[in-house]
């Protein structure tokens, strides 16, 4: 379907973007499952594509968003937009 393609190549592009932000080549294949617009592995992150586009939208930056990720993994519960609203 026309819709579909329309969609992987928006997610797609949003995912460079992403990437870019983080020094990162994109590689198609580094979506989980090959499924577009799932999780995207960047590096040694896991990466879903709410959380790229709250970076995009918000203007986040590298350091924001690992500082994020690392008190996520920590046990800290909270969405990647109230904590950039919480810590900025």
Do not use: P
């Amino acid at each position: 379907m026309q819709e579909i393609k329309e969609y992987e190549k928006a997610v797609e592009n949003i995912a460079i973007k992403f990437c870019k932000i983080f020094k990162s080549h994109y590689n198609k294949a580094d979506w989980t499952g090959g499924e577009i617009g799932d999780v995207l592995a960047v590096g040694d992150l896991f990466v879903n594509l709410n959380d790229m586009l709250i970076v995009l939208k918000m203007g986040a930056t590298k350091q924001e968003f690992i500082s994020y990720y690392d008190a996520v993994m920590e046990g800290e519960k909270i969405n990647l937009e109230n904590w950039l609203r919480k810590n900025r």
